[in-house]
């Protein structure tokens, strides 16, 4: 669900971050929109429950979705972004413009990409997962 139809909580500094990247990419002709914010342990704890339910492997589960208490998304700075025509939270997001503008402009506003291929934390690639780092 993209950011024009849902509410979502951040810390306020990278809240004030994400609107200024957001309007700047707009201006530039590039839409981003926040799929995901902060995330309590018990909406973690649910999201993992429901994979197990599904019969997914923990060390599947585990390779996309930290353990309950362990989510970047949990401190209020990690956020999620997508745009028009991409599946949100899909490897497909890095072909889009937005990713490409992320990758060379995230940083001014105080944003890393939090999973990039081969990272040293054994998590899956996570294009469209981004934290706030100031």
């Known amino acids: 669900m993209a950011d024009r139809e849902k509410k979502f909580l951040l ?13 700047t990419a707009k201006s530039q002709g590039i839409e981003l929109w926040l799929v995901s914010a902060f995330r309590s342990i ?6 993992i429950e ?9 060390r599947d589960i585990f ?6 208490g362990f989510s970047e998304h949990h401190s209020g700075r ?16 890095e072909n889009s413009e937005a990713f490409q503008w992320l990758n060379n402009n995230a940083s ?25 780092k100031r």
């Open 11 to 23: 810390h306020p500094h990278a809240a004030e971050a994400w609107r200024k990247m957001k309007a």
């Open 42 to 47: 018990e909406r973690q704890n649910r999201i």
């Open 108 to 132: 001014v506003f105080g944003f890393i990409l939090s999973y990039p291929r081969g990272n040293e934390y054994g998590i899956a690639y996570e294009p469209w997962h981004w934290l706030y």
């Open 50 to 58: 429901k994979k197990k339910k599904k019969g997914i492997p923990d």
């Open 63 to 68: 390779r996309v979705s930290a353990p309950a």
């Open 78 to 93: 990690a956020i999620d972004i997508s745009t028009e025509g991409y599946t949100a939270l899909e490897k497909e997001f």
